[in-house]
């Protein structure tokens, strides 16, 4: 057994021995790995607040170190549910999401089944298949078996399960003092009954209810005799429901009508949806695993769609997660965008709260509703440490107005705009240099707040760690488009001098970081400045999302894509967080050489925002090449930076969540950077600038794209290195301009 520090930011750095792992430290949470699941392949569920994590068999192990359950609002539910043919476990034959992600189907067969010493039953007499779905709150799992022998069939399906009730938190490794009171299993004929009272003085209850009903029922375990002529089948049907006592929910449907729920509701979505299809079937396969991805991480809220942030780890809301995922689709899927910035101005901080790391204006960093979080004993039940949600909260509402044109939402959202842009200048800056910087308030909370939140993520050239109130390098191109982008809105709504200062801000901010980031020896610009103001100067990827955010001089965003592309910084599969010339690199790091895809996907559209759209490619297609190896060709939240080599696929980061929303959507962004792509909902047009499919596309073709009232399907074709469009299916004089 391995064993791998975890930071509250969720941030792995290099394993360690147990002896010197401090669990009483606040800084610091343990995951624990077992050396021998690492070839596993997880099976995972999404629905709402509900998702669930099988093995490739459809079993939930119990182990005390691993993430597989049922987990509702951040408690597993079920902590074992192991499927035995006459106390043996089947045969694999199959194991697959389905491209939808609606449903996990693993197909299983029996071993040898042995009586007396003489084979009873031999193997690949009966053929299982077990379905898997989510509904709300409930797991409904079916199970049939089907005879293909020449001769009557007796046998014994066992299902065992149980439940621990642990928080999310207990589960990544977080001791507790002291739990609530599991009380003893209620059985009924076809039913047992779970529950567990919270310190938090809440009942959760699971039901386990089985149709037919078993032969025998325990507290653990129901079993099923079965006997099967030839070419005969039997279903059996386990129904998982998942309750808390203060949460109100509506009674579980029967399997057959939630089934037939979950596939109008994905095909009501892909009616109504824009779609991408291109000339090479691989590419087309992970998009559509992306979209898919992207429909399972989104909620609906009351305040709209939600992107959660990933499976297992983060299902839950994340401010600069939701952000940033918005973003990444915003061409296609304005709504999340929408959602996104009606949740967080709900969220918005209104006073000051040390332990949360609160401050009037500042937008949330993550909400927990768990166990754990209720009593507090971590900070993360409403969270707002993060330096950056803020400044992109700004940035987002006006990117989501070029879009759509949607004025209302605007003049809604400007008070809570205009409190994020006064926390910015305030609480944000709190020397008045102009820059964003941060320093924890809370004991327990995150020591570094941008996007890169290990403990060691941040450091001089020598490794040796920042002190004081640190202003990241990325954090400062957020800050540039939010005063971009409230300017705009400011005069929008009729505020000519706003729109001035505001432009004025932008401007000065724009020379200063330029003047005070810049590393000229290393072509790119400081990962931070320290409480000294000291460069960091460190080559590390959060200098390309300056690129994104258009804050680099033409001539430096130059020089960074030819830095970011050398050997050091690019693997092959894409850029490292941070150069393997640092010396901190480690590419099985968790911010220290890893590859985020979400990350590249942004410095890739920073790329082409600066005119170097075949550099953009270059990202594009290592991306894409790495989608090929990975499992449904799901991209996951960040792998190894190990380098390319012929014949081999990119290796697996051992705890990355997948699906990860952002992840999900980062290839929405790279195919915009490709094409250049700009939706103005404004204006009602549609503008490709400077666009140039990768190597491996010929052919894109979009569809449904709707602007406003307004839609139109686009077909991009390569002729040699230039490209040809075709516009079709356009309504209401929308306008399609090529630039080149």
């Known amino acids: 057994m391995s064993q791998l520090q975890i930071k509250n930011s969720d941030a792995i750095s290099d394993a360690i021995p147990k ?27 999404k629905y709402g607040d509900t998702f669930a994590v099988f093995d490739h068999y459809g079993d939930i192990r119990p182990a005390p170190t691993s993430e597989e359950g049922l987990y509702f609002d951040g408690t597993r539910f079920l902590s074992s549910l192991i499927l035995e043919l006459d106390g043996l476990r089947p045969l694999m034959l199959g194991s697959t999401v389905r491209d939808d992600n609606d449903q996990l189907v693993v197909t299983l067969t029996n071993p040898d089944l042995f009586v007396d010493g003489e084979i009873h039953l031999p193997a690949n007499a009966i053929h299982i298949s077990r379905r898997t779905f989510l509904l709300d709150t409930v797991c409904y799992v079916e199970i049939r078996l089907e005879n293909y022998s020449f001769a009557p069939i007796d046998t014994t399906l066992t299902i065992k399960f149980a439940a621990d009730y642990k928080d999310i938190y207990e589960v990544r490794g977080m001791s507790r003092e002291s739990r609530g009171k599991d009380f003893a299993p209620e059985l009924k004929e076809d039913q047992v009954r779970l529950s567990y009272l919270g310190l938090d003085s809440e009942h ?23 006997s099967l002529l030839p070419r005969k089948s039997l279903t059996v049907q386990t129904t998982i429901v998942c309750m808390r006592s203060l949460r109100l929910q509506a009674p579980p449907l029967e399997p057959e009508e939630a089934r037939a729920r979950n596939v109008e509701e994905i095909s009501n979505e892909k009616a109504n949806a824009c779609s991408l299809q291109s000339s090479n079937g691989q590419f087309n396969a992970w998009v559509n695993r992306s979209l898919s991805d992207l429909h399972m991480m989104v909620t609906l809220l009351p305040t709209g769609p939600y992107p959660y942030a990933g499976v297992p780890w983060f299902n839950t809301p994340f401010g600069r997660d939701g952000i940033i995922t918005a973003w990444e689709c915003l061409w296609m899927r304005p709504d999340i965008a929408r959602g996104v910035l009606q949740y967080l101005a709900k969220t918005q901080a209104v006073e000051v709260i040390p332990e949360q790391d609160a401050e009037p204006g500042k937008i949330l960093h993550e909400t927990r509703s768990g166990e754990m979080a209720t009593l507090k004993e971590m900070p993360f039940g409403l969270y707002y440490g993060s330096v950056d949600a803020t400044p992109l909260f700004v940035a987002l509402a006006g990117a989501y107005y070029e879009r759509t044109g949607d004025k209302a939402l605007i003049e809604d959202l400007w008070p809570n705009l205009c409190a994020a842009l006064q926390w910015m200048a305030t609480y944000g800056d709190k020397d008045g240099d102009g820059f964003l910087e941060y320093e924890r308030s809370s004991f327990d909370g ?6 890169k939140d290990a403990d060691d993520a941040v450091f001089h050239a020598d490794g040796t ?62 990962i931070a400045l320290d409480g000294q103001k000291q460069r960091c100067c460190v080559i590390s990827s959060n200098a390309g999302q300056c690129l994104f955010t258009g804050i680099a001089t033409q001539e430096r965003a130059q020089r960074l894509a030819q830095t970011l592309l050398s050997p050091s910084s690019y693997s092959g ?4 967080t941070i150069a393997s010339s640092e010396p901190r690199f480690n590419p099985m790091a968790y911010h220290n050489g890893s590859i985020w895809p ?19 490619n270059i990202v594009f297609n290592g991306l894409f090449e790495a989608a090929m190896y990975f499992d449904l060709h799901r991209m996951p939240e960040l792998f ?13 980061y051992p705890v990355a969540c997948a699906p990860q929303a952002w992840a999900a959507a980062s290839m929405f962004l790279l195919f915009q950077a490709s094409l250049g792509l700009r939706v103005d909902g404004i204006r009602k047009r549609v503008t490709l600038v400077r666009p140039a499919l990768p190597g491996f596309l010929n052919e894109i073709h979009i569809a449904n794209l709707q602007v406003g009232d307004s839609s139109l399907d686009l077909d991009v074709i390569r002729h040699g290195s230039d490209v040809g469009i075709t516009v079709k299916n356009t309504t209401n004089q929308l306008a399609v301009l090529l630039m080149k």
């Open 446 to 451: 995150l020591i570094h707040q941008g996007w």
């Open 573 to 576: 599969w894409g850029i490292r």
């Open 465 to 526: 760690p920042v002190q004081g109130a640190i202003a990241m390098c990325e954090v400062q191109g957020y800050a540039y488009a939010a005063y971009k982008a409230a300017s705009m809105l400011a005069a929008l709504l009729g505020d000519e001098d706003e729109a001035a200062r505001l432009t004025h801000k932008a401007d000065l901010l724009y020379e200063r970081f330029n003047e005070a980031f810049w590393c000229e020896d290393l072509s790119t610009y400081a």
């Open 204 to 226: 959760r209850i699971t039901e386990v209810r089985f149709t037919p009903r078993p032969n025998q029922v325990t507290e653990s375990c129901a079993q099923f005799k079965i």
């Open 640 to 652: 190894c930076g190990f380098s390319k080599e012929a014949g081999e696929g990119p290796v697996l």
């Open 598 to 616: 979400h990350d590249n996907a942004l410095i890739a559209y920073g790329m082409a925002r600066y005119g170097l759209t075949q550099e953009a």
């Open 19 to 45: 002896d010197k792992l401090k669990e009483s430290d606040p800084d610091f949470q343990h995951i624990l790995v077992h050396s021998d699941r690492s070839a596993d392949r997880l099976r995972s569920l």
